[in-house]
């Protein structure tokens, strides 16, 4: 069973802030949100990880409800390099030989 | 930051022959090591765990014995795909997790740039 929902595709201008959306009801409380996202014919890169508080790096932000049912990744100024499918996913802490189990994801267009 | 290597990066075999994919993690030791398969328009899936010193585990419907894995070093997993078909033609990805990670709460994977296999 699939344990996040993701829209399938999603559009944003270049220069916009893009805010991909992602739905995990069932989340348990040692599990991590996570995100990857892919670019045409590579392996996934790492863009942000978060538990419970909001989080932010170079590349994005990470907003998660305070009930965790749900985080959204904002991308602040998307730019054309940006388009990729975006995974979300979740997996449980200190669990190091586990691997990540990746969903359909969302595929974001970026247009100038 | 950690950095996994693999190669080749792609690879055109004839029907019938073994090809050997390797994965390299650059800068840290890795005791485990994930492969993955993606087929065009799809997501990864998860072939089998790699796993130094000891036997692969691999997931439901995967051939143990037609993608044979090797986890010989703690920076090195070979997945050798045999009597390759057509059907095989895929794109081949790993992953490792960095031992002693400061954030040793979370699993976080760093990803290969992935392995391009064409049969004819």
Same mark, same amino acid.
């Given at each position: 069973d699939a344990k996040t929902t993701q829209p399938t595709s999603m559009d944003c201008a270049e220069g916009r802030a893009a805010n991909l959306p992602c739905n995990?009801?069932?989340?348990?409380?040692n599990e991590y949100v996570y995100w990857y996202r892919q670019i045409h014919s590579q392996g996934p890169q790492y863009i942000i990880h978060g538990l419970k508080n909001n989080e932010t790096n170079e590349m994005a932000s990470l907003i998660i409800t305070e009930d965790r049912k749900s985080s959204t990744l904002i991308l602040p100024h998307a730019t054309l390099r940006d388009t990729a499918v975006y995974y979300c996913i979740v997996s449980p802490l200190n669990q190091a030989g586990t691997a990540l189990i990746f969903g359909k994801g969302t595929t974001l267009s970026v247009s100038s | 930051g950690a950095v996994v290597s693999q190669h080749p990066s792609w690879v055109i075999c004839k029907s019938g022959t073994s090809v050997k994919i390797e994965c390299r993690s650059l800068d840290f030791q890795a005791t485990t090591m994930f492969w993955y398969r993606q087929f065009p328009k799809q997501s990864l899936m998860l072939m089998a765990t790699s796993n130094e010193g000891s036997k692969a585990t691999y997931e439901q419907g995967v051939e143990k014995d037609k993608f044979l894995i090797n986890h @010989? !070093?703690?920076?090195l997993s070979t997945l050798t795909v045999t009597s @390759?078909?057509?059907? /095989? !033609?895929s794109f081949y990805i790993c992953s490792a997790r960095e031992q002693g990670?400061? /954030? !040793?709460g979370a699993n976080v994977l760093t990803f290969g740039a992935g392995s391009r296999l064409t049969v004819l």
């Amino acid at each position: 069973d699939a344990k996040t929902t993701q829209p399938t595709s999603m559009d944003c201008a270049e220069g916009r802030a893009a805010n991909l959306p992602c739905n995990h009801s069932t989340i348990s409380g040692n599990e991590y949100v996570y995100w990857y996202r892919q670019i045409h014919s590579q392996g996934p890169q790492y863009i942000i990880h978060g538990l419970k508080n909001n989080e932010t790096n170079e590349m994005a932000s990470l907003i998660i409800t305070e009930d965790r049912k749900s985080s959204t990744l904002i991308l602040p100024h998307a730019t054309l390099r940006d388009t990729a499918v975006y995974y979300c996913i979740v997996s449980p802490l200190n669990q190091a030989g586990t691997a990540l189990i990746f969903g359909k994801g969302t595929t974001l267009s970026v247009s100038s | 930051g950690a950095v996994v290597s693999q190669h080749p990066s792609w690879v055109i075999c004839k029907s019938g022959t073994s090809v050997k994919i390797e994965c390299r993690s650059l800068d840290f030791q890795a005791t485990t090591m994930f492969w993955y398969r993606q087929f065009p328009k799809q997501s990864l899936m998860l072939m089998a765990t790699s796993n130094e010193g000891s036997k692969a585990t691999y997931e439901q419907g995967v051939e143990k014995d037609k993608f044979l894995i090797n986890h @010989a !070093s703690l920076t090195l997993s070979t997945l050798t795909v045999t009597s @390759a078909h057509p059907e /095989d !033609s895929s794109f081949y990805i790993c992953s490792a997790r960095e031992q002693g990670r400061a /954030d !040793s709460g979370a699993n976080v994977l760093t990803f290969g740039a992935g392995s391009r296999l064409t049969v004819l």
